[in-house]
């Protein structure tokens, strides 16, 4: 922007944050907004490294937290998630994904201007790399022992102790740009039922999941009755094995849904490499395949060939 004048940068659609975000800037000496319509339109034209950016979630595309992970190593602007007041959970898991921080909204003049005096840089260098590093505050916590709270049950789901869908799609991107990299198998497994199950019944399922999983898989929960399992180094024999215990422990434990009739489990895989695999998207796409496959079969085990 020209004048000399740094600039707010504000991601959003939403016509009452634009208003909030030029009637507070409007007190401030030496700033300007700049409205930005589209993610890619971001990326496009990164901000100046003095400059700001207000990212709004609900801004069509993908999850924020996603985003702003894809923005690391792309700007070195500051850049803070729009957050509803009170929202304490947030902020953790923005920093955790490369963001500065969370502002609370709507914008006021006050919370603007506290945030803008404040010129420390990103943490995170500008230096090329495609790759993700926990910001250092957030790694001292957790080597210490004392991992911040409101980190963890920003990643985790609340009933079943499983990651949560946020942080599945952030694993599922690191995990398949590793098998990339060092050309190594991973195994997507979706598994899910049909109807609704009790806490008691999903916590006893994660149960399940755990004892049939090693350190390194990354299990988790995707939507009300299904999950999403991620196997480094696992091919379709390896997937298929723990998938059929999982069922017939399941089985074996008698497991119901709200209804009283048995959990029907169905269960689809796909596995990285093969050569129409080309993007994270395509190996979650042929294990949702799979899965509504093996559900529309009354259950059972499908393997995407």
């Not at 600039?7 to 700033?31: F, K, M, N, P, Y």
């Not at 609900?58 to 992970?69: D, K, L, M």
Request: hydrophobic share 40%.
């Amino acid at each position: 922007m020209g004048d000399g004048l740094r600039t707010v940068r504000v991601l959003t659609t939403d016509d009452s944050v634009i208003t909030s975000a030029r009637a507070s800037v409007e007190a401030l000496e030496g700033w300007e907004v700049a409205v930005v319509e589209s993610q890619e339109d971001q990326i496009a034209a990164p901000p100046a490294p003095g400059d700001v950016l207000l990212i709004d979630p609900w801004i069509s595309g993908e999850n924020v937290y996603e985003y702003c992970r894809r923005l690391t190593g792309k700007t070195r602007c500051r850049t803070f998630i729009l957050v509803e007041r009170d929202n304490t959970r947030a902020a953790p898991i923005a920093r955790f994904s490369g963001a500065t921080g969370t502002v609370e909204r709507p914008l006021t003049p006050s919370t603007l201007s506290e945030l803008l005096e404040n010129d420390a840089a990103p943490s995170d260098a500008d230096d090329g790399r495609d790759t993700f590093d926990l910001p250092e505050s957030l790694l001292r916590g957790i080597t210490s022992g004392t991992p911040d709270g409101g980190l963890i049950q920003a990643l985790i789901d609340s009933v079943t102790g499983l990651f949560n869908y946020a942080f599945l799609n952030y694993k599922l991107d690191e995990e398949f740009k590793r098998a990339q990299r060092f050309e190594t198998s991973l195994a997507c497994v979706m598994l899910g039922f049909e109807g609704q199950a009790s806490d008691d019944v999903l916590r006893e399922l994660a149960a399940i999941f755990l004892v049939h999983s090693r350190d390194t898989d990354v299990l988790g929960r995707f939507d009300e009755s299904s999950f999403l399992f991620l196997l480094p180094s696992t091919g379709p024999d390896g997937a298929s094995v723990m998938a059929h215990r999982v069922g017939e422990m399941a089985e074996e434990r008698g497991l119901k849904d709200l209804v009283g009739d048995p959990l029907q489990i169905s269960v689809g895989i796909a596995c990285f490499p093969q050569p129409d695999l080309k993007r994270r998207e395509d190996l979650y796409g042929q294990a949702r395949d799979a899965f509504l496959s093996a559900r529309r079969e009354g259950g059972g085990v499908v393997v995407c060939s």
